[in-house]
């Protein structure tokens, strides 16, 4: 069982940035992958970013690629997101998410546990 609780999400205008933070809970972090997704209102749940086990590698969708980095800190269970360069089309909340598995990490049905997401709107 692994418990996400994201933080960081906030107004900013387009141009700036944003740092998410999602805490997870349980002593086998390092064993899931761990992602990023955002749903806008009346959008489907959209992939943002992934990052693996051991946090060697990174995946981004191409709408944030060069803009958003993926991170996390497997002694202190915690995965981030950095986000630069933020768009109004960025608007969204955001989620954070583990899956077990080390492939598909951008399909939502890969992921077993969801944080209760954070609210990031970009003003043009």
């Known amino acids: 069982q692994v418990q996400l609780v994201e933080s960081g999400g906030g107004l900013v205008q387009a141009g700036g940035s944003l740092r998410l933070s999602c805490a997870a809970s349980?002593?086998?972090?390092?064993?899931?992958?761990m992602g990023w997704f955002r749903q806008a209102p009346g959008k489907g749940r959209e992939f943002v970013a992934a990052?693996?086990?051991?946090?060697?590698?990174?995946y981004s969708a191409d709408s944030v690629k060069g803009r958003f980095t993926c991170s996390r800190d497997n002694a202190k269970n915690t995965v981030a997101l950095q986000m630069n360069s933020l768009k109004p089309e960025d608007t969204a909340a955001y989620y954070c998410?583990?899956?077990?598995?080390?492939?598909?990490?951008?399909?939502?049905?890969?992921?077993?546990?969801w944080g209760q997401g954070t609210q990031v709107t970009v003003s043009s």
């Open positions: 998410a583990a899956s077990p598995l080390g492939r598909s990490y951008y399909l939502p049905e890969s992921y077993d546990y």
């Open positions: 349980g002593r086998t972090f390092s064993s899931y992958t």
């Open positions: 990052i693996s086990r051991s946090g060697s590698s990174t």
